[in-house]
């Protein structure tokens, strides 16, 4: 094996852990909710897998995505907002058997909304995978109201399909020092019994240096909604 494929298989391995007292910057930030649906969160084995559901459970954050049993694993998560329930469904996309459409009718049928999020596609590439607009189109076929991806490291581009978003990847909320556009995402329902709207907004921001920050100049927002309408499939975006 030659050096440079030693370090790219070495690469390929590494892990992620953090001490336990670090919960406590779920509270800080606000979290409601997370999602344990991805590649890295058996990286220290069955023990720490249980281990992260105890840490969670404590700080009563509740989570998605992963449990101690299959059945748990798949349950959705249901939110109260403001008066109307809202489910929370989480996959990965190395799920060997597509199981997340059946857990999405479920969600669906006992919530007001239903938002799937999926940890998908090709690290730092802007690129999608033919699988990512296949299932994020099932995901909407069997109930979900808005899809949303992660996994990439880099923003990917969106899509309406039925008049329901695929947001492909949120890019890095923050994970190291490259210097990478990404965004939030804020989701807002309205409307009654006779119907509802769903807007979607982007909320531009750049990680550098192990932070990410807001960006406030127009011009600057302005930049990266043009990237990402340019890697889309179908979606243009407004100053706002």
Not at 126 to 140: M, S, W
Not at 213 to 228: H, K, M, N, S
């Amino acid at each position: 094996m030659s050096l440079l494929t030693a370090r790219a298989a070495r690469l390929c391995r590494e892990t992620f852990r953090a001490d336990p007292a670090r919960v406590e910057v779920l509270g800080q930030l606000g979290v409601d909710a997370v999602t344990l649906a991805n590649n890295h969160v058996y990286d220290y084995g069955e023990e720490a897998l249980l281990d992260t559901f105890t840490v969670l459970e404590e700080a009563e954050v509740p989570y998605f995505g992963a449990g101690r049993t299959l059945e748990e694993a798949m349950k959705p998560l249901y939110l109260e907002v403001e008066g109307k329930t809202v489910a929370l469904v989480a996959a990965s996309r190395a799920e060997k058997n597509k199981m997340t459409p059946q857990a999405i009718r479920e969600g669906k049928a006992n919530a007001d909304f239903c938002i799937a999020f999926v940890h998908w596609g090709t690290e730092y590439s802007y690129e999608l995978e033919q699988v990512q607009l296949d299932t994020g189109r099932d995901y909407l076929d069997a109930g979900a109201d808005a899809v949303i991806g992660a996994h990439s490291h880099c923003l990917q581009g969106m899509e309406y399909y039925d008049g329901k978003p695929i947001i492909y990847s949120l890019g890095n909320y923050w994970f190291n020092e490259k210097t990478l556009d990404t965004m939030l995402l804020q989701l807002r329902f309205s409307g009654d019994d006779t119907g509802t709207q769903l807007e979607v907004q982007v909320v531009p921001a750049v990680q550098s240096g192990c932070r990410t920050a807001f960006v406030p100049e127009e011009d600057g927002q302005r930049r990266i909604y043009d990237f990402l309408e340019s890697i889309s499939v179908n979606v243009e975006i407004s100053d706002q």
